[in-house]
């Protein structure tokens, strides 16, 4: 029985308020249904990086995050909001496995049987592949290496590890001037 209820949330619910997501939500589920291991960390450093890099292709940005430098990468507090109101919804469920080492490494995937149909443009959604897919082999680390190699963060004088300016506002605008 609670199988049928969820099968007829996900058919007629979710189809039905899909269209109702937001280009953050979007982007978010995105980029989670189209990587085989997404934690918090590289969903928050690909949406900087589609983000940044849309700015200077398509001179304009997917979403409307705001990122600050943060101690370890870009960081913008709405995505981390945005993950958990989604694992409210069903929509994404955040899922933990036990490694040889003891250890245990978690990560967000879409719930079973959820299906969306992606409404960005054309020409974003050809973009967001085409960095998805030239980002694909990247774990956590080398998003992380990749986000501090971008120009918001050099003029911020930003180093992994370090705390410069640690919390100011990182002007993603800069790309389109190279």
């Not at 949330?9 to 899909?18: A, S």
């Not at 918090?40 to 990122?67: A, N, P, R, V």
């Not at 496995?97 to 879409?110: H, M, N, Q, T, W």
């Not at 774990?139 to 911020?156: G, I, R, S, V």
């Amino acid at each position: 029985m609670t199988q049928f209820i969820l099968l007829l949330y996900y058919t007629f619910i979710v189809k039905y308020f899909q269209t109702m997501f937001s280009n953050n939500e979007k982007l978010i589920i995105y980029v989670i249904a189209n990587r085989l291991w997404c934690s918090i960390t590289e969903i928050m450093k690909l949406c900087y990086l589609i983000d940044l890099w849309g700015l200077k292709k398509l001179h304009k940005q997917i979403t409307d995050f705001s990122y600050i430098r943060y101690t370890y990468w870009p960081f913008d507090q709405k995505i981390y909001d945005q993950v958990n109101v989604l694992v409210k919804k069903w929509i994404l469920k955040y899922v933990c496995y036990a490694i040889p080492s003891g250890d245990e490494v978690c990560k967000y995937e879409l719930q079973d049987n959820f299906a969306m149909d992606f409404n960005f443009p054309n020409e974003e959604k050809t973009f967001i592949d085409e960095m998805l897919n030239s980002l694909s082999s990247f774990n956590a680390f080398e998003l992380t290496k990749l986000a501090y190699q971008t120009k918001p963060m050099k003029d911020l004088w930003a180093t992994l590890g370090w705390n410069q300016h640690i919390w100011d506002k990182l002007k993603l605008e800069v790309v389109m001037d190279e």
